[in-house]
């Protein structure tokens, strides 16, 4: 994904989650990860109230994780399916051992 370094240019990542589950501090300590890991190539990372068990990330409309399907995410995960479409190849340090 190309970008010139503004925040409109660069992707969106949203998480989705469940507030009846109380799912908040899992959704913004993963966005913490997120952010620190990927600080110059995401534009945003939003917190998206949702119901119904809900915990899904998503990178620009397309689902990366669902809870539903996946269970809960461990953030390397995550990050490792992040990188792999927006930056390949970029080592994730001790993430990937």
Do not use: N
């Not at 917190?47 to 994780?65: D, K, N």
């Not at 399907?69 to 190849?89: C, M, T």
Request: aromatic share 8%.
């Amino acid at each position: 994904m190309e970008t010139d370094g503004s925040a409109g240019t660069r992707p969106r990542v949203e998480i989705e989650y469940c507030t009846r589950c109380r799912w908040l501090p899992r959704a913004a300590w993963l966005a913490q990860e997120l952010l620190t890991t990927f600080e110059a190539d995401l534009g945003a990372v939003a917190l998206v109230p949702g119901t119904g068990g809900v915990f899904t990330v998503r990178l620009g409309g397309e689902v990366i994780w669902d809870r539903g399907e996946q269970g809960f995410p461990e953030p390397s995960a995550v990050k490792r399916a992040l990188r792999d479409r927006i930056a390949p190849g970029r080592p994730l340090g001790h993430v990937e051992h």
